[in-house]
């Protein structure tokens, strides 16, 4: 399995950016996807992950950021609206095979792309 994230780039507080990640190598619809980032001096955290049961979000992001997914091509979405500047940080997008019934919010998973920078200006 490969993760390719992109769209990431510089917005202004209150802006929006749309992350993509393309899967490559196995079955898509029998992964759970999820999207974490990693600010600067900061550990990597969780921002929203999806699976065939549940779409979580963390509490940080939660009415702004909408997680989606086309089985069909292979990719995964991250719709960023209302930015704040602590939202600036390396987004990395991951994958798991493991499918439970709720979403895994920590880092396990068994694939990791190699991370798409987003920075807001204040």
């Known amino acids: 399995v490969q993760l390719q994230a992109s769209g990431g780039g510089l917005a202004q507080t209150g802006g929006s950016l749309r992350l993509s990640c393309a899967f490559s190598g196995r079955t898509f619809s029998n992964y759970a996807m999820g999207w974490f980032r990693q600010a600067p001096g900061k550990e990597r955290e969780f921002v929203a992950g999806?699976?065939?049961?549940?779409?979580s979000y963390a509490d940080s992001v939660k009415g702004r950021f909408t997680m989606s997914r086309d089985n069909a091509k292979k990719a995964t979405y991250l719709q960023m609206n209302s930015l704040r500047p602590e939202d600036t940080a390396v987004y990395y997008c991951a994958a798991t095979w493991e499918m439970r019934v709720t979403v895994i919010t920590t880092m396990e998973y068994d694939y990791w792309g190699q991370g798409t920078l987003v920075t807001v200006s204040s």
């Open positions: 999806m699976n065939n049961y549940a779409t």
